[in-house]
């Protein structure tokens, strides 16, 4: 008996569209869970506007109740994995991805006011002139007040309180 002849006529699997190999039917259900795992993270608004049924959002509701790091979201999280095999994937996928591009634009600008604080309080008059150029309807007087107060504190290692008020002040100019 020779190896092929464990294969019946018609078994061909090379020629077969619809058969998917073990590894990656295994692969896919991972990535689902992966994706189903995210949803009890997302803030409530968030959760609102991603496409799912009913008992899929039941069932994220559920998760984002339990305490993290127990047996209970375990489980939790592989139901979510189960209930995602029924769910338009690519649709909860690209809520999920814009969701996302948003928090790491947010995450930019955050990142580029902390580094106008810095340069504000390290640096001299160029470097507010900089800032200006870029908000020409700051309160200069104000701005150069917080920007001395930090300086001081930094000089005499004081807690950081007017820097953190130069970064709210900032930031609010900003917008954000």
Same mark, same amino acid.
């Given at each position: 008996?020779?190896?092929?002849?464990?294969?019946?006529?018609?078994?061909?699997?090379?020629?077969?569209?619809?058969?998917?190999?073990?590894?990656?039917?295994?692969? #896919?259900?991972? #990535?689902?869970?992966?994706?189903?795992?995210?949803?009890?993270?997302?803030?409530?608004?968030?959760?609102?506007?991603?496409?799912?049924?009913?008992?899929?959002?039941?069932?994220?509701?559920?998760? *984002?109740?339990?305490?993290?790091?127990?047996?209970?979201? *375990?489980?939790?999280?592989?139901?979510?994995?189960?209930?995602?095999?029924?769910?338009?994937?690519?649709?909860?996928?690209?809520?999920?991805? *814009?969701?996302?591009?948003?928090?790491?634009?947010?995450?930019?600008?955050?990142?580029?006011?902390?580094?106008?604080?810095?340069?504000?309080?390290?640096?001299?008059?160029?470097?507010?002139?900089? %800032?200006?150029?870029?908000?020409?309807?700051?309160?200069?007087? %104000?701005? *150069?007040?917080?920007?001395?107060?930090?300086?001081?504190?930094?000089?005499? #290692?004081?807690?950081?309180?007017?820097?953190?008020?130069?970064?709210?002040?900032?930031?609010?100019?900003?917008?954000?």
């Amino acid at each position: 008996m020779s190896q092929n002849d464990d294969f019946l006529p018609g078994d061909d699997h090379e020629f077969d569209e619809e058969w998917v190999s073990k590894t990656r039917r295994k692969r #896919e259900m991972e #990535e689902l869970q992966a994706l189903g795992a995210q949803l009890p993270e997302l803030n409530k608004d968030q959760l609102a506007k991603v496409p799912m049924s009913d008992i899929l959002r039941a069932a994220v509701e559920e998760a *984002r109740r339990l305490p993290p790091r127990c047996e209970a979201i *375990r489980r939790q999280l592989q139901y979510i994995g189960r209930l995602m095999r029924s769910e338009d994937a690519d649709a909860i996928q690209t809520a999920v991805d *814009r969701f996302e591009a948003g928090k790491q634009a947010h995450l930019q600008v955050f990142h580029k006011l902390e580094r106008w604080r810095d340069r504000l309080i390290l640096g001299d008059n160029t470097d507010l002139e900089a %800032y200006l150029t870029e908000d020409s309807d700051a309160d200069i007087q %104000y701005l *150069r007040q917080l920007i001395r107060n930090a300086k001081k504190e930094a000089s005499l #290692e004081k807690p950081p309180a007017s820097a953190k008020k130069l970064f709210k002040y900032l930031r609010d100019r900003a917008g954000v």
